[in-house]
């Protein structure tokens, strides 16, 4: 490489793109870096490769504070910071007939919120299927957000698992939760300016 040259090198997932001085030839001085970046995307064809890289100040588009003070609980139900076990209130029962592939029939009757919550296929064509409860009347249908695959039969498995409105009156009265409530729900509302 002659002094002033190019080199591009890909380490760890990034391209840098550097300017190397020589004296003499063959002998590195010293490198100035002119681009430093990750791969974003790849896109692969029969010819070749083609990858975009963006700049590390792409990582200064990142939202910060990372927790928002807002009302309702910013944690996901169920993860480390939630701490509530989910599985302690699953219930899993037969499909009824009737069913389809956005509407299963024959829930639990139980007092357990199951909207916004999750239904898991355990046998049948739809095994290890999961979908989110957008509708749910004990005793009589669940139904879900994106359709199963296949068609309930009547006797098929299924798991549901409770979900969580995000406020901290089902947060205390529901899941007795409350220490673990990630919202700040006494901050005063938004007011619009004249």
């Avoid at 070749?48 to 792409?58: N, P, Q, T, V, W």
């Avoid at 990142?62 to 302690?88: E, K, T, Y």
């Avoid at 999750?118 to 999961?130: D, K, L, Q, V, Y």
Wanted: proline share 6%; hydrophobic share 40%.
């Amino acid at each position: 490489m002659a002094a002033g040259g190019l080199d591009r090198s890909i380490r760890r997932g990034g391209i840098t793109v550097e300017r190397a001085f020589m004296q003499p030839y063959g002998t590195v001085i010293g490198t100035v870096v002119l681009f430093a970046g990750r791969i974003s995307d790849i896109d692969c064809s029969r010819t070749g490769i083609d990858m975009k890289c963006r700049s590390h100040l792409e990582l200064l588009n990142i939202q910060m504070p990372r927790r928002l003070w807002q009302p309702s609980c910013s944690h996901v139900f169920g993860d480390a910071m939630c701490q509530f076990n989910r599985a302690s209130l699953a219930a899993t029962f037969s499909c009824a007939s009737g069913s389809t592939q956005t509407v299963i029939q024959g829930p639990p009757s139980n007092g357990v919120p199951y909207l916004q919550g999750t239904i898991i296929g355990m046998s049948g064509a739809n095994t290890g299927e999961t979908r989110t409860i957008t509708g749910f009347v004990p005793g009589g249908s669940v139904t879900v957000k994106l359709a199963f695959l296949a068609t309930p039969v009547t006797g098929d498995e299924f798991q549901l698992l409770p979900g969580c409105d995000r406020s901290l009156a089902t947060c205390t009265n529901t899941f007795s939760n409350q220490i673990h409530f990630g919202g700040m729900p006494f901050i005063p509302a938004l007011e619009n300016a004249v």
